[in-house]
């Protein structure tokens, strides 16, 4: 059984470059989650969905970071210009309805804006 | 605001012994908490899942819970060194798949 798929699993850009972070989440699942997760802050929700539809982006830093969901087997974090104090591992996580909140963390994507 | 408060660590236990680590959680209506460990380096997995008051027991690992307090447990028993790693926990507020908040984590280390 094929878990939450993230890529790329590392990405070392430069500051002002667009970055795409990317995700599969489990098949079946009904709901997915971006997650970023630092040092200082933990792992905190950006953005999350449900059958496709953005239900909460009231975590997204700025105007900077979009995300989509074009189809139930896809995700998209962008990143647009990117900032050294991007730099964080972001997490794509799902889970569905009857799970009892339980989700499922991909491996994650270790992000480095120089 | 809702929060989850760990302390972050680290916390050293000798192998063997029972390694307890504690959570509290700000929001009164929270209903399902969880237990994630997370390894350096590594996404964070499931461990436990609690959503009634008392204890539940999973092998090694028993997770307590009491609503009163608003407070979260886990419980390691006979500590190994493989344990060794950041454990999360986390809650949520409402039935149905609301997202998870995080605590930041405690740091265990099992010294053998």
């Known amino acids: 059984d094929a878990g939450v798929i993230q890529s790329p699993r590392h990405e070392v850009t430069e500051m002002g470059q667009e970055v795409t972070l990317r995700c599969k989440p489990i098949s079946g699942h009904d709901y997915l989650f971006w997650y970023r997760q630092t040092m200082m802050r933990g792992l905190e929700l950006l953005i999350y969905f449900n059958n496709n539809v953005p239900i909460d982006d009231s975590g997204m830093p700025e105007d900077r970071f979009s995300a989509k969901m074009p189809n139930a087997s896809f995700s998209t974090l962008k990143i647009q210009p990117s900032e050294p104090r991007d730099s964080a591992v972001y997490f794509c996580a799902s889970s569905f309805m009857g799970s009892g909140n339980t989700i499922y963390f991909g491996e994650g994507s270790w992000l480095t804006v120089v | 605001q809702k929060e989850v408060e760990q302390n972050s660590g680290p916390l050293s236990v000798p192998e063997g012994a029972i390694a307890s680590l504690n959570c509290t959680y700000s929001d009164r209506v929270s209903q399902s908490f969880f237990w994630y460990r997370q390894y350096s380096g590594k996404s964070p997995e499931l461990i436990m899942s609690i959503y009634s008051n008392g204890d539940k027991e999973d092998g090694r690992f028993t997770a307590q819970l009491n609503k009163a307090s608003q407070y979260v447990s886990l419980l390691i028993r006979d500590s190994q060194p493989s344990d060794s790693a950041t454990y999360l926990c986390?809650?949520?507020?409402?039935?149905?798949?609301?997202?998870?908040?995080f605590g930041k984590g405690t740091r265990l280390s099992v010294i053998a």
């Open positions: 986390a809650v949520n507020s409402h039935s149905g798949n609301t997202p998870l908040v």
